[in-house]
């Protein structure tokens, strides 16, 4: 992880963690998930202390399987092709180079680097750079910026692009997304 974040750790029991995922991997987070994580970590459990709390944990669980997962949200590659554009678009998420830009930058051909990209990350060029750009924002976001500014500071050539991207991504709106953020503060 090459950003900051914020996370909770919740320790499952073996015998109750055999329906989760048995590798590390992301699992998306629904409205649901957030509320169940946030009302534990606001009440400071650590420990199921009664019937109540036991029964959150169970739906929390639930939830977590229902949810299903994912891999890795941004992977990574040290391919000697790919290692220069990730760390670039990673420095300069708003940069709108084309592949094939980028694939003369690297000595390539664009389907090379094309292939490339969905052999080592298992996506496109661009759905990676959306995936970047989308972890940004939420940085961003976080940090009080105007959907405005990070729409420009992305390579957005309107907020409205902007927002249906993390619409599609995220399945609310970045200024949903604030309210949330800043409600799970108070």
Known sequence: IRQA???VSVYVAPALATSLPQRPCLIPQTPL??????DFCQRGVT???DAWDQHQAQLLLHRLVQAGSVDDYLPDSDDRLLRPVLRAVRAQPGDNTTLA???AQVHSTERTLARRFQQQLGMSFAAWRNRVRLL???AWLK???TVADIAAELGY???SAFIAMFARHTGMTPERYRRQLLAGRA
């Open 136 to 138: 940004q924002a939420l």
């Open 157 to 159: 050539a309107t907020p």
């Open 33 to 38: 998930l957030r509320a169940l994580l946030d």
């Open 143 to 145: 940090a009080g910026r």
């Open 101 to 103: 830009a980028w694939a």
């Open 5 to 7: 974040l914020d996370y």
């Open 47 to 49: 420990a199921m202390a």
